[in-house]
């Protein structure tokens, strides 16, 4: 349970973005700026890693200049697919790759010696791979 709160709190600014984003510009502005204060916060605070902060640096710092500095409707139209897929292309990359980015978390609370094990790998794997099919969806339904 513990490994799931852990990997919940690095989704921790999409769950914000995703809660205050929605109905104004002056929201989905909010909700920009906190999700990108979050990422880089808890990025500083090692509170989050490897692909999910890499994507939110990534998404968010785009999102907010494109919003902020130009009010690019375009990315304000497709905001949630822009979001979501950036997810996705995050996740499957970590399964293309061969290192699932679930990886990360679980080694946290995984003695090493089970880390190379062919059950471990192949749970993250599953993990992984359910949570870009979920991001896909939510691209698709966006």
């Not at 929605?22 to 605070?45: D, E, N, P, Y």
């Not at 690019?72 to 139209?77: A, C, K, L």
């Amino acid at each position: 349970m513990r490994q799931f709160i852990k990997l919940m709190l690095g989704f921790a600014p999409w769950i914000a973005f995703l809660f205050l984003a929605h109905g104004s510009m002056f929201r989905l502005k909010l909700g920009l700026a906190v999700a990108a204060a979050l990422t880089l916060v808890m990025a500083v605070l090692k509170l989050h890693k490897g692909v999910i902060m890499w994507v939110g640096i990534v998404f968010f710092s785009y999102a907010c200049v494109a919003v902020f500095a130009f009010e690019h409707m375009w990315t304000v139209r497709f905001m949630g697919v822009l979001a979501n897929g950036a997810l996705a292309v995050g996740a499957w990359t970590t399964l293309a790759l061969g290192r699932p980015f679930t990886l990360e978390y679980a080694k946290e609370h995984t003695d090493p010696s089970r880390w190379s094990h062919p059950a471990f790998v192949r749970t993250n794997t599953v993990l992984t791979a359910t949570w870009a099919a979920v991001f896909t969806v939510g691209a698709g339904l966006a």
